[in-house]
């Protein structure tokens, strides 16, 4: 016990080098002659001295055996966490960081972390944030109806959960799914009718599609303009003083304005676009100005 006292004061002055020394002294001690420490008041070692080898590991010197060993221990004793920590916090802690530990920073090696997050889904099924990254595996890896079916899962295990629908619009968008992606936005604003920002980003998604993508048709540019305003009117409604929607406002106004025909409407479209941005402008200095003041 007093091995992992001295080990956690030096874990939170950050000497990882000391507590990785002492974590190794307290399971020696607390082992005995069994295989492993089953002290619950001890347990919590392994978890800690994994995070401590995992401190030690810098991803610019891979390759290095010392470096590289720092990450494979940090792994065994993470794993070990998992196996025999009874506190249900440290072991779903193990479980998170043993996964980034097989992530793209480090080991990147996602078949060995997909047991692990499935794993995590048995024992916290209503957790958006398992299937999501399970979900991120798939989709690297090229397989996206699987990686759809994670997300649509997270999404039927947490309805009223507006980030699963985030998520979803967002892989949507990556596949290049116009209206999935869209879908799912509307669906988060249901979710939060008092959210200027789930307006606003469906907004976003409508100028995008109406400005940016060139092989959006006249007719359908005039239909995403009008949907984008609607959406934009409802976060200013919400936030009359909201830049980036402000900024949008006026972004949308001149998208409208290059659709128009009529000379006299057109102008009449830019001189409100003038206006929205003159608001928003006008707002950031007042947003610096009282920041500067603190």
Known sequence: MMAFKDGNQLYQQQDYKGASAKYEETLASCKGTEGDCKDPKLTYAYFFLGNSYDNQFRPARRGEATN?????????????????EQDPKI????????????????????????????????????????????????????????????????????PNDAGVYVTLAAFYNRQGEFDKTMEALHARAEKEPNNPEAFYTIATYYWEKAYRDFTTSQADKIKFVQAGNEAIDKALKLKADYPEALTYKNLLLRVQANLEKDPAKQQSLLKEADQYRDRAVEIQKKQRSAGAGE
Not at 74 to 84: G, L, Q, R
Not at 110 to 135: F, H, K, V
Not at 137 to 142: H, K, L, R, S, T
């Open 91 to 158: 072991k779903k802690l193990a479980m998170e960081y043993l996964v980034a530990a097989y992530g793209p920073d480090k080991l990147n090696d996602p078949s060995q972390a997909e047991p692990i997050l499935r794993r995590m889904i048995e024992l916290e099924p209503n957790e958006p944030s398992n299937y999501t990254y399970l979900s991120r595996i798939y989709e690297e890896n090229g397989d996206y109806d699987q990686a759809e079916q994670l997300l649509v899962k997270a999404r039927e295990m947490k």
């Open 68 to 84: 590289d060993s720092m990450l494979t221990k940090a792994i065994e004793n993470y794993k070990k966490s998992t196996e025999v």
